[in-house]
């Protein structure tokens, strides 16, 4: 049994899980008398290390900086200072004395106080872990009799009977040093700690006889394999295909193979060959140029390229086509916004109050920057996880290395949870999550509860990465205010890094939030009747609710003004706004597990760590452990990180990954269909230094990437899903891709990117429908930089299944539903980018065969048969009839009209009155954009 | 026909549009309508309302009365969950209508409806995990991209109304599954659900059109027409230059539903027109009730208009902590809208041809978690089923007696699965779809129907 391994045994006690800057790895407790010797050892090395600061081997006070009476209680022999000299056996020490074990005789009020304020505060609070009935004895201390409460634990006896503040039991209760607080659930209320000090001032007192029996009632064990419980054996497991090493495969040679251009081909012939399926022809030029295009920059080949390639009949014509894609901008955007899937990326935290993250864009225009310079992949994981801990050869590069780190701190989280411990470990987890699915394709985030029920990862795996997380401090911003708890200040970037400041602020914007000032900010307070010295209790309900909304209006306006002052009088951003979300080391801490993800069961301590199925004796070094995860991460030792990126690229390039659960290598995703080939590109993306563009270099110039998608009976017969690529699956363009290509057959686009993000303009939380609305409202921008805000997803993008960001979503969905049909019908964003067509369809000085010509370049990327042009021919006359000449006094007036009236249609008035021959083209042009083949890659 | 064809999705259209007696007549797809026909059953129920309570509902607290839970509360177990403590449900149940099924306070008014329902006590499913139990509960499988129960449902039956979908899940989570919960995988896609957003008035978006891009602003009917036209000539040049690309014809059929649904749908979920009192027995304008009232009554108007499979969501019922505050508020939630909604259909005589249907994806430990929270469970569970074809007012299995596993009338989820397509009239062990060269159920090989709970 290998589950235990990093477990240490001793000082349960100490392991009360806080969470917060004070989580000690081992308590100081251990130092006390009753503690094995070894254990103490331990304990003072950790001690030492963490408050010896001037490395005497000492420890006075001053460096201590706790409780003092702690401090006398480690301070064994007396001589004012915690050091190895505490460690002697207790009689050469000069101990305290020992407290007396006489015990009078309790009175009747004693005993009627004992059984109602203490016994069921101890039962309560305490007997799940110090109680003979307990199923663990924590720290070896019980409080279930005053016997054992004198005894003591690990940490020497727990009470002195009369004497209420060198009572250890008070001194946990009372919360005052917490690397000595108690019970770990949180701590007791006023009263009860009051009547426990009362007690203990008492002297104690236990009334004679047994502790009323408690129930143990057996359940069954549930039958075999659904039982949660069970062994993991590592040797086995790590027998499972995608925690082997990575080989690298050679390719298969067929002899008279003159199919197969490339490794990759050779790889797939074998396949076809062997499922008895043949290759379909190749595309032709212009759907080859159309699906490449597409497919690595997330836009249309323009007519202009279109003639170009179809001109270019030197043999590298392909070559140079993919050359000049890769090294556009455009490629970062397209391959950015994949990553930016697995990233979980957005703008505001989603879940209950939706706050929102006014600098997470610059995480985002670093995927974009590094997906374009070619940043090696693993170096490009590797800034993610620990960007802030690596040496950085300037300011440009110390910036982008902190606001890779962006990457931990934007996931969603509940900001307004009211437990801070709560908060903290599911921040964590989320991290584990994405980190674990999105680089590794490992669910480990399944083990929080218990050993995972699939994959060879123990419980303690995951609390000995969560160690690493909750050493890091998470810097995601925000401020406090209604439906927000939690903050963090954001990392300033370094000065001298050439950055942008941030988005310009819209007029509309800067007036709402200047304006908001104002109504918030309060009148300079009357002198309060009843003075300053009132007691809380004594404020009636209205004075409280008042007192209250005033706080929180001070919250607001002290935010607003914050973020106002970020920005000049013009709405520009100053330097004030040179802020990034990332991470940062923390104090350094292992953690207990917590079985069932309980809070107040903590289990045994685990070193922090990499899951135990890497055997690679991996040392995660100093502070965190975060750096040597991320090392680890991109490592090329590591079997996965490599096997799980190329899935990636495969899937974005043919349809489906070689493994189809693109976000899950373990056992409950599926295998690979073709684990040689895999492995081969893991290898070929290793071997050429991790980059991504020359990997997908090779696979768009492979023979599988040109073939048509025509169908194929017999084919089909076997191989229906194409898992053998004898044919290039159809594919629908993602959401991104079919506004961007919408716009810009309109001629609308604006490749240019926008400094920040309107998210960047705004603090607080996304409460109010029209700030939503405000920020979601259409902007001709990729659709990459368009706001990414969490249960707001921008109606054009979410209609076609753009992600929440709730999780890692490296596949997405694919619907093909009516809410699709109606948003291309009707929606005002289709209706405005139709008529910018016709009207550049018109401009265009050509005859009407021409024009439908151009428009069937602009948006299907070729030409239309001369029944398409009849068609439309046909249908442009026939529409034009059907629309009446514009009236556009009387129009406006209809709309006003219509504007009170609560069934009023969608208001049009951005949309221009047409002539009935505009209204025809653009009708044609929105045809386009609803067809099977624009929204289709082929 | 050659048995290993792949039906095109045009045939399977044809099928949908005139449901099983229109598809023998027309003589079409051959081996998919004797494959569709042996999957008749002489069903009572006609359509289905599934009430998804995702998060997983305490059962111990809600629907499965436990007294000796109640009497052991605070005892720690040994064996299974060595030291975990039981917690007895803070709530009383009471007897419910003539039957006197025992239904817990926090659902009053759903107890008033306790002769309607059928509860099923023996429920269990494979993996206390949300998105895995969420994507098993619809679809059979939570490995595997396979058609959700509302879409091999449609397959079977067809739809009643042309002009609307008929397979419509008021606002799905986007997590837990997502999409794949209301997909269609290998069946046409066709039979995949419409997600249609409900928003509560108050909170709520465009309240006044939970359609997005309902009606165009702009183009007469007879413009669109037109337009929609030229828009499937299009479409078919295409299809034959690409033949045998099946999703054309979805996206071809995609528009035709959107163009006819246009006019019929804004009114089905317009509840302006509800009478008041009808309105507060949904409890809708209600603080706590208003949104899951407005999705139970429109669940009601497309019940009338014939969708065949209309799903309403409400998660929120991952209570690990604060139970004892949480819970109640989220019973609040549902309790007025569901038993209106059984009411009314019980009123105008429909419950008798609907079955409404209540399931979380699994259930709740009897033992705590947190103090005052529970934590998943995987091995016994409750939910329920009213109308068409079940028993009203019936019990049907248990847990033991502290309500940790289904010990009698065990159901996993495929026995519950067959159980509702048996209601509906399919056989599900008939109703097949061939893929990858064999025949797709939705009960993969298994499923038992649960006959003792049959009317």
Redesign the interface.
């Known amino acids: 049994m290998t589950t235990t391994r990093r477990a240490s045994r001793s000082t349960v006690l100490g392991t009360a899980l806080r969470i917060g800057a004070t989580l000690l790895v081992l308590s100081p407790v251990a130092l006390t008398a009753a503690a094995p010797q070894q254990d103490r050892t331990r304990a003072l090395e950790q001690m030492l290390r963490r408050f010896d600061k001037n490395l005497d081997g000492k420890i006075d006070p001053d460096e201590y900086q706790r409780a003092p009476r702690s401090f006398r209680r480690f301070d064994r022999n007396g001589d004012g200072f915690i050091s190895r000299e505490d460690l002697k056996p207790a009689d050469e020490a000069a101990a305290p004395a020992r407290p007396t074990t006489e015990q009078r005789p309790p009175t009747e009020e004693e005993v009627e106080f004992f059984e109602t304020r203490v016994r069921p505060v101890l039962a309560e609070a305490c007997y ?1 872990c110090h109680a003979e ?4 004895i924590r720290a070896r201390l019980k409080v279930d009799s005053v016997a054992a409460l004198l005894e003591g634990g690990v940490s020497g006896p727990a009470l002195v009977p009369g004497d209420v503040d060198g009572s250890a039991l008070i001194e946990a209760v009372r919360y005052e040093d917490l690397t000595f607080a108690m019970p770990p ?1 949180g701590k007791l209320d006023d009263d009860q700690i009051r009547d426990l000090e009362r007690w203990v001032a008492m002297g104690a007192p236990w009334p004679e006889g047994p502790e009323p029996s ?9 039958a075999g394999g ?4 069970r062994e993991i054996d590592m040797e086995e497991a790590r027998e499972f295909w995608s925690f082997q090493p990575v080989t690298r495969p050679k390719a298969p040679r067929i002899d008279g193979d003159r199919w197969s251009w490339t490794e990759v081909d050779r790889f797939l012939r074998a396949a076809m060959d062997e499922e008895g399926v043949r290759p379909v022809g190749d595309a032709d030029r212009l759907t080859w140029l159309r699906r490449v295009t597409f497919d690595l920059t997330g836009l249309a080949p323009t007519p202009e390229e279109q003639k170009a390639f179809e001109r270019d009949r030197s043999s590298d014509a392909h070559e140079k086509v993919v050359d000049r894609l890769l090294a556009s901008t455009a490629f970062g955007e397209r391959f950015g916004r994949h990553w930016l899937d697995v990233a979980r990326f957005a703008e505001s935290s989603g879940m209950d109050s939706n706050v929102l993250y006014p600098h997470a864009w610059r995480y985002r225009d670093f995927v974009v920057d590094a997906m374009n310079e070619d940043m090696p992949f693993n170096e490009f994981l590797k800034k993610q996880l620990a960007g802030d801990l690596l040496e950085a050869s300037g300011p440009n590069e110390r910036a982008e290395n902190l606001v890779a780190t962006g990457y931990l701190a934007l996931g969603p989280k509940s900001h307004n949870s009211r437990d801070p411990r ?1 908060f903290s470990l599911n921040l964590v987890d989320e991290q584990i999550d994405a980190m674990s699915q999105g680089m590794l394709g490992l669910t480990v985030s ?1 083990a929080r ?1 218990h050993d995972h ?1 699939f994959d060879p990862i123990p419980i303690e795996d995951y609390y000995a990465l969560a160690g690493i997380f909750l050493s890091t401090e998470t810097h995601f911003g925000t401020y406090p205010g209604p439906g927000n708890n939690h903050t963090a200040e954001l990392l300033p970037l370094p000065d001298g890094a050439d950055l942008p400041n941030g988005p310009r602020l819209t007029p509309e914007i800067q007036r709402t939030l200047e304006q908001l000032v104002q109504r918030l900010e309060p009148e300079p307070a009357p002198p309060m009747s009843g003075g300053s010295g009132m007691q809380r209790g004594q404020m009636s309900a209205d004075e409280r609710a008042a007192a209250r909304r005033e706080r929180l209006q001070g919250q607001q306006v002290a935010m607003l003004k914050d973020l106002l002052s970020r920005f000049d009088e013009d709405g520009r951003a100053l330097d004030g706004n040179r802020l990034t979300m990332g991470a940062a080391d923390g104090t350094t801490r292992d953690i207990a597990v917590l079985r ?5 069961q903590p289990g045994e301590v685990v070193e922090r760590g990499i899951p135990e199925v890497f055997d690679h004796a991996i040392e995660i070094g100093e502070g965190s452990g975060r750096l040597g995860l991320a090392s680890w991460v991109a490592s090329e030792e590591n079997p996965l990180t490599a096997r799980v990126w190329v899935n990636r690229i495969w899937l974005h390039l043919f349809g489906s990954g070689i493994v189809r659960t693109p976000d899950n290598f373990g056992s ?1 995703g ?1 295998r690979p269909d073709h684990p040689e080939l895999l492995d081969w590109l893991a290898a070929e993306l290793m071997d050429s230094g991790w980059s991504t563009k020359s990997l997908i270099r090779e696979l768009v110039l492979s023979h599988a990437y040109r073939l048509d ?3 194929s ?1 017999s084919n ?2 076997v191989d ?2 194409v898992v053998t690529l004898w044919r290039m699956p ?1 594919r ?1 363009l993602e959401a991104e891709a079919i506004r961007d290509a919408i716009l810009q057959a309109a001629g609308e686009l604006d490749r240019s990117r926008p400094e920040g993000s309107r998210v960047g303009m705004v603090e607080g939380v996304l409460q109010r ?1 029209q700030l939503a609305e405000l920020l979601t409202s259409e902007q001709p921008v990729r659709s990459v930089y368009l706001p990414n805000l969490r249960g707001a997803t921008i ?1 054009a993008l979410g ?1 076609f ?1 753009a992600p ?1 960001a ?2 890692v979503e490296g596949d997405r ?1 694919e ?14 964003v289709v ?1 405005q980018a139709s008529d910018a067509m016709a009207t550049r369809l018109l401009a265009f000085d050509g005859t009407e065969r021409e024009r439908i010509t151009l428009a069937y370049r602009l948006a299907l990327g070729r030409d239309p ?1 001369s ?2 042009t009849t ?2 021919s046909r ?1 442009l006359k ?2 034009e009839e ?2 009446p000449q514009p009236e556009p006094a009387p129009a406006r007036q209809r709309r006003g009209r219509r504007r009170t009236r ?2 009023a ?4 008035s951005r ?1 221009t009155p047409s002539s009935p021959e505009h209204a025809a083209w653009a ?2 042009a ?3 954009f ?4 624009f ?2 890659l ?1 | 026909m050659n048995p290993f064809s792949h039906p095109s999705r045009r045939d399977a259209l044809r099928m949908l549009s005139s449901g099983f007696g229109m598809l023998a007549l027309n003589g079409i797809a051959a081996s998919q309508a004797r494959q569709l026909a042996s999957a008749a059953l002489p069903g009572r129920a006609k359509r289905v309302i599934f009430l998804c309570m995702t998060g997983a509902p305490s059962h111990v607290d809600t629907f499965d009365h436990k007294p000796m839970l109640t009497k052991r509360d605070g005892a720690s177990l040994s064996g299974f969950r060595r030291g975990a403590k039981l917690m007895g449900s803070p709530w009383a149940f009471k007897p419910g209508g003539k039957s006197g099924l025992m239904i817990s306070e926090l659902l009053p008014e759903i107890g008033k409806q306790a002769d309607h329902l059928c509860l099923l006590h023996g429920m269990h499913t494979d993996v206390p995990a949300h998105a895995q139990a969420t994507t098993k509960l619809h679809t059979g499988s939570f490995q595997f991209v396979r058609p959700s129960m509302g879409a091999w449902t449609l397959y079977g039956l067809g739809t009643e109304n042309k002009n609307l979908p008929g397979f419509v899940t008021l606002n799905p989570p986007r997590n837990q599954g997502g999409a794949q919960n209301y997909g269609s995988s290998f069946l046409p896609a066709t039979v995949q659900g419409m997600p249609i957003k409900v928003s509560g008035g108050r909170r709520g978006r465009r309240a006044q059109d939970p359609v997005a891009d309902i009606r165009n602003p702009r183009q007469s009917e007879k413009q669109q027409r037109a337009q929609l036209d030229l828009l499937k000539d299009l479409n078919k040049a295409n299809a034959r230059r690409r033949k045998g690309s099946d999703d054309i014809d979805a996206v071809i059929e995609s528009y035709e539903l959107a163009f006819r649904m246009q006019s019929e749908l804004p009114e089905l979920l317009d509840i302006t027109k509800e009478k008041k009192r009808t309105l507060e027995a949904y409890g809708i304008g209600g603080a706590e009730t208003d949104a899951f009232g407005r999705q139970c009554l429109i669940a009601r108007h497309l019940a009338e208009a014939g969708v065949r499979f209309i799903e309403v969501g409400m998660g929120g019922w991952d209570h690990h902590r604060n139970l004892r505050e949480d819970l109640p508020a989220k019973c609040r939630e549902i309790d007025k809208p569901i038993a209106a909604l059984l009411a009314d259909l019980a009123r105008s005589g429909m419950l008798e041809e609907t079955l409404v249907v209540w399931s979380g994806e699994f259930g709740r430990t009897p033992y705590a978690q947190n103090g005052d929270g529970r934590d998943h469970n995987n091995r016994g569970f409750t939910s329920w089923m009213a109308g068409g074809g079940v028993k009203g007012g019936f019990s049907y299995g248990a847990t033991d007696e502290n309500g940790i596993e289904a010990v009698e009338g065990r159901l996993s989820i495929h026995d519950w699965h067959a159980t509702i397509l048996h209601v509906m009239g399919l056989d599900h062990e008939a109703l097949t779809y061939p893929y990858a060269g064999r025949n797709f159920r939705l009960t993969d090989v298994h499923g038992e129907v649960a006959r003792d709970i049959l009317a």
């Not at chain 1, 659904?226 to 419980?229: M, R, T, V």
């Not at chain 1, 619907?815 to 005002?828: C, P």
Request: charge should be negative; aromatic fraction near 6%.
């Open positions: 799940s009935t307990s199923p663990r659930s408690m129930t143990m009632v057996s359940v069954r064990d549930s659904e039982s949660l419980e709560e399944c509860c029920k069932r993800g309980e809070l107040n409950g599926q998608s025509e169908h009976t089909h017969r229906p899903d159809d629908r429908e109606d209609v299944d929440d709730a999780t969905e619907t093909s539903v009516a809410t699709q049909a109606l948003f291309m019908m009707n929606n005002e209706l048969s029944s398409e068609g439309i249908f026939q529409y059907l629309t609560p069934s249609r969608p208001d049009s949309l009708a044609f929105q045809s386009l609803q067809t099977a083949e929204r289709t082929y």
